[in-house]
């Protein structure tokens, strides 16, 4: 299936469902005594199906560190993050393994595929990894593959496709395991304008037409057309969201 | 999974070829330096393990199977009336001086055994001539593996042994001594005549039969009450000759401290080879955890190659340790290879390439899933 031209079509403002995530006055402290940074601080957001939340911030000012702890990959000095309906910000890492692989896929700046494995054998891995009860992880590496239109392209290695290419490779990793969050650490900033642009599309045709969540930092302010709303970030603090009626 | 640890360690081919390479000459090591051990302890304990004789008689205070005190016959007419003693017979070993085709001398070891019947140690592999001859005067039976040693290589050939006459009657094929001396098989009278400072009625060691139904474990406790004699059972006995020469000569500690290194080098490659590759792919194994892949599904991902590395290498290892079986066998050198020296040394492989894993397995263990967004 083809990613929509949905550049000019901005979606309406998100249904009033329920919202997939929550963080609730969120903060992070790295270190203690003197060496405290406080990289986050009281920050709350909701995750809703079918959004995509672009975080913007200058560097340094805690992005990367939001949406850690949003998919459960830090643990925060305070504040909730709700997942499935509870607080699971004091959970350990024995716990959440699971929580992430059903409710997050994530991607990267540097894709972080496997070099010696193919797109589909990297997208078949991560759906067994996630799961190693999965059925047929191949067939279903093969659809997503299909779906991020890399059906042609299932044997390659990443060294032999594009950047845009590989990302689609890692969106389709991502998608593994059907998780409702997609999170991407400025996914497209090893792209080039068209690429990149494309790459949003994809994003954005996944949260229109498949429900997902999409939460991505980015610094690029021309992927903003794609989003449902922007999320400023200063100093460890949200200070707007913009686009947002509620 | 398989999969996965196959193509992550196929990727780079040198490197795959490496650590292949350092679990083979590991387990080539092992097997080579162990079953050198092995054939040479089966050669010291050759003669005793060809005997057919429940019990070995022997002076209570021998310490080595070849340097053995000569006792006389009245002691070994005790030990053949011993009840439970269905038959005994009578073995003189000792070293003589063989007069060489040149005109040198070389020491040999005699072995002197009764030919009447069907004795409980007599040569065996014989190639050439007719072993019942033995029991002519001045018949002897050398091997054909010493030809470098005696430059014999026919029946008939005649020289003398203590300048008294000897005939070769026959010739075996592998029949080696421990000690550098060549094994020369005589009857005892022929050998106490070689042998004339021992006395003409001189015995080393008394082989038993014991009656059907009889416990030789029984005989052997009444022989060891007849005064300074020393009775074994034959494993026993194969067993204290291995024991002597192995803690004597260092042997053992030699063979062993060379296969120790070998595996030692092994673990060195092997762990490095994985190290390496799991720096390599750090972040993309970073990327399993952060995705929700548990830590014993990347851990069993890096076992997984260890043991791909274990599998072939050991499999390369092993027939690596073949072709030097037949290449020192024509050095007259046994290695003894056998099933379950292979089975030790498949399971020493895999522990070496677990152990050899561990250092990979600790960094990912360590790993924080956090990294994967850290730039
Ligand atoms: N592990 C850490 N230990 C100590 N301080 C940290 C750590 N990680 C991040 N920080 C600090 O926390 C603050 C926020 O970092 P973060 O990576 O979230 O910023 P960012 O908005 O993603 O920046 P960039 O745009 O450069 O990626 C920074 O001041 C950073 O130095
Ligand atoms: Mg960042």
Not at chain 2, 55 to 75: H, I, M, Q, Y
Not at chain 2, 306 to 326: K, N, P, R, T, Y
Not at chain 2, 359 to 367: A, F, G, P, Q, T
């Amino acid at each position: 299936m083809n990613a929509l031209a949905l550049s000019d079509t901005l979606p309406g403002i998100a249904p009033a469902s329920a919202p997939l995530a929550r963080l609730v006055e969120t903060g992070k402290v790295y270190g203690t005594g003197e060496n405290a940074v406080t990289a986050l601080a009281g920050a709350s957001l909701d995750i809703l199906p079918g959004q995509v939340t672009l975080i913007e911030g200058p560097s340094g000012s805690g992005k990367t560190t939001l949406i850690s702890i949003l998919g459960l990959l830090l643990r925060p000095t305070s504040g909730q993050v709700w997942i499935e309906g509870r607080d699971v910000s004091r959970l350990g890492e024995r716990d959440l393994p699971g929580l992430r692989a059903r409710n997050f896929g994530f991607v990267f700046q540097g894709f972080n595929l496997f070099p010696a494995l193919t797109a589909l054998d990297n997208v078949a891995m991560a759906i067994q990894m996630k799961d190693p009860t999965a059925k047929n992880p191949r067939g279903e590496a093969r659809r997503l593959l299909e779906m991020v239109d890399l059906g042609s392209r299932v044997d390659h290695l990443p060294a032999d496709l594009s950047g845009g290419q590989k990302q689609r490779v890692a969106i389709a990793r991502a998608l593994g395991g059907n998780p409702p969050i997609l999170v991407g650490d400025e996914p497209t900033a090893a792209l080039d304008t068209k690429t990149a642009l494309s790459v949003m599309e994809l994003l954005r045709d996944l949260a229109t037409n498949r429900g997902r969540a999409v939460v991505v930092v980015t610094h690029d302010p021309r992927l903003e057309k794609y989003a449902d709303r922007v999320v400023k970030v200063e100093d460890g603090r949200v200070v707007s969201i913009s686009g947002e009626n509620v | 999974m398989w999969t996965l640890a196959r193509k992550l360690l196929l990727h780079d081919r040198l490197r795959f070829a490496v650590a292949i390479a350092g679990v083979s000459v590991s387990v080539m090591l092992v097997l080579v330096q162990v079953g050198l051990y092995f054939g040479f302890m089966d050669t010291a304990s050759s003669l005793i393990d060809a005997s057919s004789a429940d019990l070995w008689v022997g002076k209570a205070g021998n310490e080595s199977f070849e340097f053995a005190s000569p006792f006389d016959e009245r002691t070994y007419y005790k030990v053949a009336s011993t009840p439970g003693v269905e038959h005994a017979e009578r073995v003189l070993m000792n070293f003589a001086q063989f007069k060489l085709a040149d005109g040198g001398d070389l020491g040999v070891q005699i072995v002197g055994i009764e030919t009447t019947g069907l004795p409980m140690l007599a040569p065996w592999h014989v190639i050439a001539g007719d072993v019942k001859r033995l029991a002519e005067p001045g018949a002897i039976v050398v091997d054909r593996t010493e030809y470098s040693k005696l430059k014999i290589d026919h029946v008939g050939h005649t020289t003398e042994v203590s300048g008294v006459r000897a005939e070769v009657v026959a010739m075996t094929k592998g029949i080696r001594s421990f000690t550098t001396s060549p094994i020369v098989f005589t009857d005892l009278r022929t050998a106490r005549s070689y042998m004339p400072t021992l006395g003409s009625d001189a015995v080393t060691y008394v082989l038993v039969k014991v009656k059907p139904g009889v416990s030789p474990l029984v005989v052997k406790a009444q022989i060891d009450q007849l005064p300074h004699l020393a009775a074994y059972t034959t494993h026993e006995m194969s067993e204290r000759t291995r024991n002597y020469w192995s803690t004597r000569t260092g042997v053992g500690a030699g063979f062993f401290t060379t296969a120790i290194l070998g595996v030692i080098v092994g673990f060195v490659v092997v762990g490095q080879i994985l190290y390496s590759g799991t720096l390599q792919y750090i972040r993309e194994y970073g990327t399993l955890k952060a995705m929700g892949a548990r830590n014993s599904m990347v851990v069993r991902v890096i076992l997984a190659q260890a043991m791909i590395s274990a599998a072939l290498g050991f499999v390369v290892g092993g027939v690596l340790a073949f072709g030097m079986q037949a290449a020192m066998a024509k050095a007259n050198l046994t290695v003894a290879l056998f099933p379950s020296l292979y089975g030790v040394t498949l399971v020493v492989t895999i522990a070496m390439c677990s152990f050899a894993a561990l250092l990979s397995i600790v960094k990912v263990l360590r790993l924080d899933p956090a990294s994967v967004f850290k730039g």
